[in-house]
């Protein structure tokens, strides 16, 4: 082989090689890339359920005359439930279950309306 064919061949090699660095480098950084996008995909997934299950009765509204309710995510909700009532909002004493949901825990369970016979 002659001299400048033997750099011309190096050359070559040289740009092959730096071809496949460069692929690879892509395809690692491809791969980054999708692991970022689908983690942060599953904590803003997992902050809305979240979330959303935390704010569901954080707050009570008790009135005269009527049912303690605990259906209420914020303290403005349950305020203007109870300004015209006279009655009072406080901290649901268990937040996250259905207490307070419907009725209380003293009203009995439910009638059934059997109809005519």
Same mark, same amino acid.
């Given at each position: 082989?002659?001299?400048?064919?033997?750099?011309?061949?190096?050359? +070559?090699?040289?740009?092959?090689?730096? %071809?496949?660095?460069?692929a690879?480098?892509?395809?690692?950084?491809?791969?980054?890339r999708?692991?970022a996008?689908?983690?942060?995909s599953?904590?803003?997934?997992?902050?809305?359920?979240?979330?959303?299950?935390?704010?569901?009765?954080? %707050?009570?509204?008790?009135?005269?005359?009527h049912?303690?309710?605990?259906?209420?995510a914020? +303290?403005?909700?349950?305020?203007?439930?109870? +300004?015209g +009532?006279? !009655? %009072?909002?406080?901290?649901?004493?268990f937040? !996250?279950?259905?207490?307070?949901?419907?009725?209380?825990w003293?009203?009995?369970?439910?009638?059934?309306?059997?109809?005519?016979?």
């Amino acid at each position: 082989m002659s001299d400048m064919r033997q750099r011309e061949f190096i050359t +070559l090699l040289r740009g092959a090689a730096a %071809w496949a660095v460069a692929a690879r480098v892509r395809r690692r950084q491809l791969i980054m890339r999708t692991i970022a996008l689908v983690s942060a995909s599953l904590v803003m997934i997992t902050l809305l359920v979240t979330d959303a299950d935390a704010a569901s009765n954080r %707050w009570c509204a008790t009135a005269p005359k009527h049912s303690e309710s605990c259906g209420y995510a914020t +303290l403005d909700q349950c305020g203007a439930y109870v +300004l015209g +009532l006279g !009655g %009072w909002c406080r901290p649901n004493p268990f937040p !996250g279950t259905a207490f307070g949901t419907s009725g209380t825990w003293s009203s009995g369970p439910p009638r059934q309306n059997r109809g005519a016979y």
